[in-house]
């Protein structure tokens, strides 16, 4: 008799502290955050570095460069970006961080898109056109769309933390172009462009 009564004590600590591991395990399962996290990155770049970060969903992004040289030098770009999205979570906390001395002591052209959150829209154009008269272009067309069609009977009440960060030490000592669209939450629309034309005219 005593033998089972000590073989119970030895059960019952061991059912409790599973019980007790398992509730904190659901709590961090319930609880989610979308986040994008560019740390010391792209330090001492050189050219043409273009990043695309992205945390959730229904996200589009896009970097574009053209460079053209000669008698007619056209440089054009053309970025389309439309989406139509259903029942999206309002209620998501979303962080986009750009820490440390991320992108500083480059040289050329830098494009960086960040976002988190759900239905974001980032785009970043450059054009540069070098030509030897009066005919040559330098353009970019950009279009951005974002439809929503919510689900019946859902809470559009409800909105998450937004967190956006950019370190104070980040693109510092950079030279040339750099463009920069970081965002969190849901439905942004952001865009960067830069046309350059140089004519050399006789």
Same mark, same amino acid.
């Given at each position: $008799?005593?033998? =089972?009564?000590?073989?119970?004590?030895?059960?019952?600590?061991?059912?409790? +502290?599973?019980? =007790? /591991? =398992?509730?904190?395990?659901?709590?961090?399962?319930?609880?989610?955050?979308?986040?994008? +996290?560019? /740390?010391?990155?792209?330090? &001492?770049?050189?050219?043409?570095?273009?990043?695309? *970060?992205?945390?959730?969903?229904? @996200? *589009?992004?896009?970097? !574009?460069?053209?460079?053209?040289? &000669? #008698?007619?030098?056209?440089?054009?770009?053309?970025?389309?970006?439309?989406?139509?999205?259903?029942?999206?979570?309002?209620?998501?906390?979303?962080?986009?961080?750009?820490?440390?001395?991320?992108?500083?002591?480059?040289?050329?052209?830098?494009?960086?898109?960040? %976002?988190?959150?759900?239905?974001? #829209? @980032? !785009?970043?154009? $450059?054009?540069?056109?070098? %030509?030897?008269?009066?005919?040559?272009?330098?353009?970019?067309?950009?279009? *951005?769309?974002?439809?929503?069609?919510?689900?019946?009977?859902?809470?559009?009440?409800?909105?998450?933390?937004?967190?956006?960060?950019?370190?104070? @030490?980040?693109?510092?000592?950079?030279?040339?172009?750099? @463009?920069?669209? *970081?965002?969190?939450?849901?439905?942004?629309? $952001? !865009?960067?462009?830069?046309?350059?034309?140089? !004519?050399?005219?006789?």
């Amino acid at each position: $008799m005593i033998r =089972h009564w000590l073989l119970l004590l030895l059960i019952v600590p061991l059912i409790a +502290l599973a019980d =007790h /591991d =398992h509730g904190p395990q659901q709590a961090v399962q319930a609880h989610e955050i979308d986040r994008s +996290l560019l /740390d010391s990155s792209g330090i &001492g770049y050189n050219g043409v570095l273009s990043i695309n *970060q992205a945390a959730g969903s229904f @996200q *589009q992004q896009s970097n !574009a460069r053209a460079l053209a040289i &000669g #008698q007619t030098a056209r440089a054009t770009t053309n970025q389309q970006q439309n989406i139509e999205v259903r029942g999206v979570d309002r209620s998501l906390d979303a962080s986009s961080e750009i820490l440390g001395p991320a992108f500083t002591g480059g040289n050329g052209a830098l494009g960086v898109n960040q %976002s988190a959150g759900a239905a974001t #829209q @980032q !785009a970043n154009a $450059m054009n540069i056109s070098l %030509s030897a008269g009066p005919k040559g272009l330098a353009d970019s067309e950009l279009e *951005q769309s974002v439809a929503f069609k919510q689900n019946s009977g859902s809470d559009r009440s409800a909105i998450g933390a937004r967190r956006v960060v950019t370190d104070d @030490q980040a693109f510092a000592g950079s030279n040339g172009v750099v @463009q920069l669209n *970081q965002s969190a939450g849901v439905g942004n629309r $952001m !865009a960067n462009t830069l046309n350059i034309r140089v !004519a050399d005219r006789p």
